[in-house]
């Protein structure tokens, strides 16, 4: 079967990023082609683009770039995905997730894909598109809720290596070489899946509430019309961040006054509260009124932990929220709060045109 993309009319590449490291990635692959003389489109997928007038034919080359989210490709993305229309097994696609690469001493480390490239494969074939090729790229993880942003210097050196790798990655394409770089580490990927499933259906409904603004915030609204999917919104005079957030981090790292922090105290004290304690308190109580046997005990248990966890974290979000209003409270949660130190760096990602 011809694989080769040279022939393609029309190569459209469609994006989704928080912090340029996907879009980077798009970008060098339109470079590539570019040597070749063939023009790439780029879109970006958060900016609505019509279904409709995609256009898709068969001599049209697809091609995706995102970065991964809980070992999965994130919502948008698999939204986006979904809405394509079916083809005739003959337009090419290709998959490229950007992950969280990290590097230790002179050792580049790889992120984890989970099922990140698998489900927008599965997606893709569904419809009958031609997956030629997909591969991860460990571009310099962002996660910066977690870690602190990696020093320029690291980034600089795992952005170069990916450089590479994605213009060899857009050679194989060319030539018509099926890449499947992205099956390397199917067992590790599919023993991640359920975690992959648990973030997908949950956990990244709590992290959208892990964000707070103190009151370095000067109520520019950078944040709220840069976010990407319109999650955040002011209310009293300050960012709230709705369930849609993606926790993409852009709006941590453009917030040109440093005053996007993740509450690492306050959330620490909630999830336990939420997960642990207020489920366990209750079930003491129902085991002295009722005749609970252990097992259902148990079962009971995990089914308070997730059911009460969500309500709890809401809630507990909407206090915290108000309570940020007070000053003294606000210094609290800032001086809590590990991002808010400056040693926790900020990502400066690629710069994207
Ligand atoms: C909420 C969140 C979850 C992430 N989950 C993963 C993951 O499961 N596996 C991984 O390799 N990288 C993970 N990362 C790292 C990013 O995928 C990586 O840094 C990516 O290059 C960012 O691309 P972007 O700048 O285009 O957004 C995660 C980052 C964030 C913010
Ligand atoms: S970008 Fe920063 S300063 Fe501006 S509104 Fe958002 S949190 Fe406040
Ligand atoms: S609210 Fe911030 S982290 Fe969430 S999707 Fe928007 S820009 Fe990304």
Redesign the pocket.
Known sequence: MDNSVQDAKSIKIYY????????KAAEWLKDSFAIDGQEAELYNMASRLSIEDMNVGESTLLGFC???????APPIVLRFLWQLPKTNNKTKVFLL?????MKMSKIFT?????L?LILPAIILRMKAYRVVGYRPL??????I?VHPGLRQKVVKSIVKRCKYMTMRFADKLKAGVQVNRGLYDLPIDILISPIAMGYYFYG?FM?SKTFIATDACNECRICEKECPVDAISMKNGMPYWSYNCE????CMNACPQRAIETPHAYTALVWWLAFSLLPLLILKYAFQVSAFTEIQHEAIQKLLQFVLGGLIIFGAYKVLHTLMKFKAFNKLVAYTSLTHYKSWRRYK?PDVK
């Open positions: 989704f990023t928080g912090t340029g490291n996907a879009k995102y970065p991964t989210h809980g070992f999965n997730n950007t992950r969280a690469g790889p992120g984890i894909n989970g990140a460990d571009m310099p993880s962002n996660w809720s990244r992290l926790s993409c981090m852009h990602g």
